[in-house]
Nanobody, 125 residues
Framework: QVQLVESGGGLVQPGESLRLSCTASKYTLDYYAITWFRQAPGKEREGVSCISHRDGSAVYADSVKGRFTISRDFAKNTVYLQMNNLKPEDTAVYYC??????????????????WGQGTQVTVSS
């Protein structure tokens, strides 16, 4: 069964950077797209970025385009989310997830079967 484990969250000031990691079970990245979601208190879970298992192409939410970069390392079975120029509105619990199917990138949470435990990102001065 596929498992996902996030790490890398923390407290930073506005304008600073963080890199989140999502380590997956072996071969997961070969077959399934990996998506980062986030959920702030009182808000719906929203898709942030996705990397395709087919060609490594990336999709970003408009709110993070130009600031966040998703990448993957097959040797480490890990997907990264590099977050630059962080803003207070980026504060949320960040989750990685996979639909555990050959579905292409999507930001619809109900289509995902496997979720990590989440990592807290707080941006505050």
């Amino acid at each position: 069964q596929v498992q996902l484990v996030e790490s890398g969250g923390g407290l930073v000031q506005p304008g600073e950077s963080l890199r989140l990691s999502c380590t997956a079970s072996k071969y997961t990245l070969d077959y399934y797209a990996i998506t980062w979601f986030r959920q702030a208190p009182g808000k719906e879970r929203e898709g942030v970025s996705c990397i395709s298992h087919r060609d490594g192409s990336a999709v970003y939410a408009d709110s993070v385009k130009g600031r966040f970069t998703i990448s993957r390392d097959f040797a480490k079975n890990t997907v990264y989310l590099q977050m630059n120029n962080l803003k207070p509105e980026d504060t949320a619990v960040y989750y990685c997830a996979t639909p555990e199917s050959l579905r292409p990138c999507t930001f619809v949470p109900s289509l995902f079967d496997v979720w990590g435990q989440g990592t807290q990102v707080t941006v505050s001065s």
